[in-house]
Every structure is written in structure tokens, then in C-alpha cells.
């Protein structure tokens, strides 16, 4: 079929133009949880303390940050 190509092509087009963006989040989300695991341990807080602050900070980011951009979006 014609169409079963144009996901996989549409798709790599979108992952080559948010490249760089994909690397900047993952560094940034990774920085966050091993900062974030360093000041839980470190002050003794109780272990269950750290996924609901991590998980709010990945969102924070996410918010602050914004959207990725979709191939042919200026910006």
C-alpha cells in the first residue's frame, strides 16, 4: 500500500528535526532524577518522597520547556 511508507518516512523526518531537542530532554530529565535521588538520600528523606517530586519535576521542564516542532514549523 501506498500509505504504509509515508509513517515511517514522516516519522524519521521528525526525529531528525527535534534531534537535538531529544537530547537536550533526556540530559536534562537524567540530570534532574540523579540530582534529585543525591538530596533525598543525602537528607534521609523517606525513599516514596522522591517519585512524586520527580515526577513533578519532569512535568515542570515539560511545561517550561514546551512542545517539539513538527517537520516544516518555523521556530
Do not use: K
Not at 513533578?56 to 516542532?69: E, H, K, L
Request: glycine share 10%; charged share 15%; aromatic share 14%.
Amino acid at each position: 500500500m501506498a500509505g504504509d511508507d509515508g509513517v515511517p518516512r514522516s516519522l524519521a523526518r521528525f526525529l531528525a528535526v527535534n534531534r537535538r531537542r531529544f537530547v537536550v530532554d533526556a540530559l536534562a530529565i537524567a540530570v534532574w532524577v540523579v540530582l534529585l535521588l543525591g538530596v533525598v538520600t543525602r537528607l534521609g528523606w523517606p525513599r516514596w518522597v522522591y517519585y512524586p517530586v520527580a515526577f513533578a519535576g519532569a512535568v515542570a521542564y515539560t511545561v517550561a520547556v514546551g512542545s517539539w516542532r513538527r517537520p516544516g514549523e518555523n521556530g
